[in-house]
């Protein structure tokens, strides 16, 4: 039988584990699907926003694939430190790491670690109940916003903060959050970007959704649209940035309609420096304007300008973390690879792979993730004979607890949701997610994890 560890429970893990049972000339394999969280899933369950249930419910499609048979979630289990990328080796004929790549990239600007700052998916952790996350604390006095950033991250960010909660009781946001994100005072957020419209990283849809919230105006710019120079005529622009300017085009001066809140849209202003109030808490960020360098850059002139902003959410792209033990490339913020096959020293190291984000850095939308998966497990069955070659001690299970991990396996999980729905029905909700790892923890033993 072939033994192989996925680490990683997220969209490129499930999209192995799927691959290497999906094929037919190797019935006997047994796939362990290892997570440091108790709860599988990855971004679906904690990084897509929960307002966006249709995305969410991916999740249905990954748990037909962790409830196959020859497939096995193993939660609350870490690879690093504790359990080295070495051990494993001695546990299973090969080991595919899917351990994604959500830390965000730095702004590299004076003021950016002031309190008050913080980078947007620790926001977006925080409302989706990320247990690292639980203790919140975001300055949600702010009276405005800051959003660094126009990729699809920044619009979710931007919308969770605009949206009253309200609109938020019906998703699985934890409790607290949803209580802090009523209590909240923001009532202008600013999401502003380097460059222009035609270079914005939004997709159309989430653009669009941003007109559709019951309580707050969108408001930009004509004069800074205008500066692009495909604003008077996007037809030549690649369909999804043409589709961009034209919603742009659309709301541009028109005035707000008189809505508790406000989402200014903001083009061709780089951060320059966050600066502190006399309370040592952000105040304001200073921005630089730019214009288009006539190469698809921008460049700075020597115009600037200064929003206010007691809360700055920082959103302008995401970089792996370096498993210990395992090479990684920090330039690239992923694990060298040859088409999966991790490289050790430029050279394949035999037996250790890797699939999505980790695998060919923060691109990409989930379905991105299936096919980056499938040539990992091609790769991999390939070599299964020679890697079947090598004798292995009995269940992996008893090794791994004999490493110290205590996992969480697929009952403790369906303990979880089945708490999870509880705690929603305690609170006249749908199902709520436990935000916190004692919680998640004893919600799984309470259940045979
Ligand atoms: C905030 C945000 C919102 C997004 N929203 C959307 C969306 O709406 N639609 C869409 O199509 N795409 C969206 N994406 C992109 C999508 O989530 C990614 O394409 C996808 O999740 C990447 O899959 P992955 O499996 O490589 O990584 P992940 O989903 O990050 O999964 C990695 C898993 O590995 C585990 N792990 C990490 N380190 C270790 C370790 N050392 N030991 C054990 N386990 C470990 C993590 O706990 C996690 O479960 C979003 C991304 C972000 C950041």
Do not use: I
């Given at each position: 039988m072939l033994r192989v560890a996925v680490i990683g429970s997220g969209p490129s893990g499930v999209y192995t584990a799927e691959a290497l049972t999906g094929q037919h000339q190797l019935p006997d394999i047994a796939v362990d699907v290892l997570d440091r969280l108790p709860c599988p899933y990855g971004l679906v369950r904690y990084g897509v926003a929960p307002d966006h249930e249709k995305i969410k419910s991916l999740q249905n499609n990954l748990r037909r694939v962790l409830e196959d048979p020859r497939v096995r979630f193993l939660g609350n289990v870490e690879v690093g430190e504790g359990l080295a990328?070495?051990?494993?080796?001695?546990?299973?004929?090969?080991?595919?790491?899917?351990?994604?790549?959500?830390?965000?990239?730095?702004?590299?600007?004076?003021?950016?670690?002031?309190?008050?700052?913080?980078?947007?998916?620790?926001?977006?952790?925080?409302?989706?109940?990320?247990?690292?996350?639980?203790?919140?604390?975001?300055?949600?006095?702010?009276?405005?916003a800051v959003v660094i950033g126009v990729g699809n991250v920044a619009v979710d960010v931007a919308r969770v903060l605009a949206r009253g909660a309200d609109e938020l009781r019906h998703t699985d946001v934890p409790d607290a959050a949803l209580r802090a994100l009523a209590a909240g005072e923001v009532t202008d957020v600013h999401m502003v970007g380097r460059r222009g419209p035609s270079q914005a990283k939004f997709t159309t849809k989430e653009l669009r959704e941003l007109g559709t919230l019951a309580?707050?105006?969108?408001?930009?710019?004509?004069?800074?649209?205008?500066?692009?120079?495909?604003?008077?005529?996007?037809?030549?622009?690649?369909?999804?940035?043409?589709r961009n300017v034209e919603v742009l085009r659309q709301w541009a001066g028109r005035p707000p309609a008189g809505r508790s809140r406000r989402i200014h849209l903001r083009f061709f202003l780089r951060p320059q420096e966050l600066t502190a109030g006399p309370d040592g808490r952000v105040s304001a960020v200073r921005f630089v304007r730019t214009v288009p360098d006539g190469t698809g850059g921008v460049v700075d002139t020597a115009a600037s300008e200064e929003i206010d902003?007691?809360?700055?959410?920082?959103?302008?792209?995401y970089r792996g973390v370096p498993v210990p033990g395992l090479p990684f490339d920090p330039a690239r913020g992923v694990v060298p690879n040859d088409a999966g096959r991790v490289l050790r020293d430029g050279v394949v190291a035999p037996g250790e792979y890797v699939a999505g984000w980790i695998k060919r850095g923060p691109t990409g939308v989930i379905g991105?993730?299936?096919?980056?998966?499938?040539?990992?497990?091609a790769g991999l069955l390939a070599h299964a004979s020679a890697l079947m070659a090598r004798p292995l001690p009995?269940?992996?299970?008893?090794?791994?607890?004999?490493?110290g991990a205590r996992p969480v396996a697929w009952p403790g999980w369906l303990a979880i949701e089945a708490a999870e729905a509880a705690l929603g029905a305690s609170l006249g909700r749908g199902t709520v997610k436990i935000p916190d790892w004692s919680g998640l923890l004893a919600a799984a033993r309470g259940g045979a994890g």
């Open positions: 990328p070495e051990r494993l080796r001695e546990m299973y004929h090969a080991v595919v790491y899917c351990v994604g790549s959500a830390a965000d990239r730095r702004l590299g600007v004076p003021g950016e670690d002031l309190p008050g700052s913080y980078p947007a998916t620790r926001f977006v952790s925080w409302y989706s109940a990320h247990p690292d996350e639980a203790a919140g604390g975001f300055p949600l006095d702010a009276k405005s309580d707050a105006d969108v408001l930009v710019r004509e004069d800074e649209l205008a500066l692009d120079p495909a604003y008077a005529d996007p037809s030549a622009l690649p369909a999804v940035a043409r902003a007691q809360l700055v959410l920082r959103s302008v792209g991105t993730n299936r096919p980056c998966a499938k040539e990992t497990a009995a269940d992996p299970l008893d090794a791994l607890r004999a490493a």
